[in-house]
């Protein structure tokens, strides 16, 4: 096991810096390590690295995740409020609807396992798109229209609807029906993540403001461990209690953290934060070599040129669907596009349920994991190029 944390740590640090240096974001030379040592390459991973590997990038999401938490302003939210709901379902619907439509045609499969398909790809990678737009919230671009809360806010939400899709499409395409419960789930999930967050939050506040009003003032490292541990806990709690009740996980980390923000001081928050951007050096290099790893470069050899056209067609129905959320906004040409990219990578969720429907031994399940793969090495390396290369012409920020 040390020898494959060795790996990942120097090697993916190594291909990182390499990226940067010819202009490329780190991401892809952390993905292209991970792909390069995955068990379907080189097989250098060992194998009880391998079998933790979700939890360790499930831990890494939440270290970036609790940065962005301490990141946003809640009134900055207010600000966006409708485009930031519709962002979370809305272009994963249309990218859907792209595959129900095209994906039979162009790659042979029947309507509900399109629906599968799409329910795989239509996911955007937070573990691309939150550290990225943290980053452009520290350098205030775009923040004086709140466009980075309003996608980070977005892309958080966007995941949980379209696994509820997903397990949905699943019961469908081996022959059971939809439930409209399955579907409540959706904004039940959302609802009882912020507030279980936020009442969490408003917890950890007390604690630490109880500590320094009886002369035992908290270390900020110490606070950064007692955070974590309880975003842990809150992530834990949602599979504890997933055959009751549907409980956001990922949004009570997020709201839980927004809270510890409002009701710290300002200087506490902000050196908090800088303490989790600390972590997430670390935490990032380890999430993905880990995505990388878990790509089955092997299927992309059978998923053929269709596959690529297929997975542009949805991409322009995608964004045709965060077009549609910019309606009615003060936003300009220039910034709904890059709302557009922002919404482009695919990497996390991909990885993580690409090979489900094989699995389970569903005729699709080769075609769906191909298509999977392809998305991951397309998407990735576009959304995180597009949104580092652009984000000042389209947005703006400190420079300008």
Same mark, same amino acid.
């Given at each position: ?182 579907? /409540?789930? %959706?904004?039940?999930?959302?609802? *009882?993540? #912020? =507030?279980? @967050? $936020? +009442? !969490? ?77 600390? /972590?997430? %050096?670390?935490?990032?290099?380890? *999430?993905? #070599? =880990?995505? @990388? $790893? +878990? !790509? ?77 793969? /392809?998305? %991951?090495?397309?998407?990735?390396? *576009? ?18």
């Amino acid at each position: 096991m040390l020898f494959s944390l060795a790996i990942i740590i120097i090697v993916g640090l190594s291909a990182a810096a390499v990226s940067e240096r010819i202009g490329l974001p780190r991401i892809i030379g952390m993905l292209s390590v991970g792909i390069i040592v995955s068990p379907y390459v080189l097989d250098m991973l060992d194998s009880s690295i391998l079998g933790i590997s979700s939890e360790l990038r499930q831990t890494a999401l939440i270290i970036i995740l609790v940065k962005a938490g301490l990141s946003l302003n809640l009134s900055d939210l207010k600000k966006v409020g409708r485009p930031a709901v519709l962002m979370s379902f809305v272009p994963a619907c249309c990218e859907i609807v792209g595959y129900v439509l095209f994906a039979p045609l162009l790659l042979g499969v029947d309507r509900i396992e399109a629906a599968v398909m799409g329910a795989v790809l239509s996911a955007v990678s937070p573990a691309v798109v939150v550290p990225r737009m943290v980053k452009l919230i520290e350098e205030k671009a775009g923040t004086d229209k709140s466009i980075p809360q309003m996608i980070l806010a977005g892309a958080s939400c966007d995941d949980i609807f379209v696994i509820v899709l997903f397990s949905t499409f699943v019961t469908m395409a081996q022959g059971g029906s939809a439930k409209v419960s399955d579907f /409540l789930n %959706i904004p039940v999930s959302i609802v *009882l993540g #912020v =507030l279980f @967050g $936020a +009442a !969490v939050g408003a917890a950890v506040s007390f604690l630490f403001e109880k500590a320094y009003q009886h002369s035992r003032k908290i270390r900020n490292t110490t606070k950064v461990i007692i955070m974590l541990g309880t975003s842990f806990l809150l992530m834990s709690i949602e599979t504890l209690v997933k055959p009751y009740v549907s409980v956001s996980g990922l949004l009570a980390v997020v709201a839980m953290a927004c809270i510890v923000k409002l009701k710290a001081d300002k200087s506490v928050s902000s050196r908090l934060s800088e303490k989790f951007g600390k /972590l997430w %050096i670390g935490a990032e290099v380890m *999430l993905f #070599v =880990l995505v @990388g $790893a +878990a !790509v089955d470069i092997r299927y992309t050899v059978t998923a053929g040129g269709m596959a690529v056209i297929m997975i542009f067609i949805a991409l322009a129905f995608r964004a045709s669907g965060v077009w549609l959320c910019m309606f009615g906004t003060e936003l300009t040409t220039k910034e709904k596009l890059f709302c557009v990219i922002a919404y482009l990578p695919k990497a996390t969720v991909q990885a993580a349920i690409g090979s489900v429907p094989l699995s389970l031994g569903l005729p699709c399940g080769k075609i769906v994991l191909a298509v999977a793969v /392809l998305a %991951i090495l397309i998407t990735a390396p *576009l959304g995180a190029i597009g949104i580092d290369r652009t984000y000042k012409a389209l947005i703006g920020g400190d420079d300008q």
